[in-house]
């Protein structure tokens, strides 16, 4: 059973950085495409970025040029970079982990995913 266990939220102004980590254990983190979706308040969980296992990306077009996602298979971690962050970036967000090829945005793809992160970002 693979787990995954994100850090790297908190509370941040406007314009400010922040790095998500997302740490897998109980599987073979390499053959897993990753992904990192986010749920506000009374919204959709929705993804926002995804890598494969080849290292090909996706992202959203909200947070398109300021986030970046990667992976370290070495260190069975996944990474969110988010940089110029604004307050509605504000959301619980998630890691999930995806035993498919292709890039996909669709949760139901995932088949094991992280207990959340807040992020909040103030005006």
């Known amino acids: 059973q693979v787990q995954l266990v994100e850090s790297g939220g908190g509370l941040v102004q406007a314009g400010g950085s922040l790095r998500l980590s997302c740490a897998a254990s109980?599987?073979?983190?390499?053959?897993?495409?990753m992904g990192w979706f986010r749920q506000a308040p009374g919204k959709e969980r929705d993804c926002i970025a995804s890598i494969t296992q080849l290292f090909a990306t996706y992202y959203g077009d909200s947070v398109k040029g300021r986030f970046t996602i990667s992976r370290d298979n070495a260190k069975n971690t996944a990474y969110l970079q988010m940089n110029n962050l604004k307050p509605e970036d504000t959301a619980v967000y998630f890691c999930?982990?995806?035993?498919?090829?292709?890039?996909?945005?669709?949760?139901?793809?995932?088949?094991?995913w992280g207990q959340g992160t807040q992020v909040t970002v103030s005006s």
């Open positions: 999930a982990a995806a035993n498919i090829l292709h890039p996909s945005t669709r949760s139901t793809d995932y088949d094991y």
């Open positions: 109980g599987g073979t983190f390499s053959r897993f495409g």
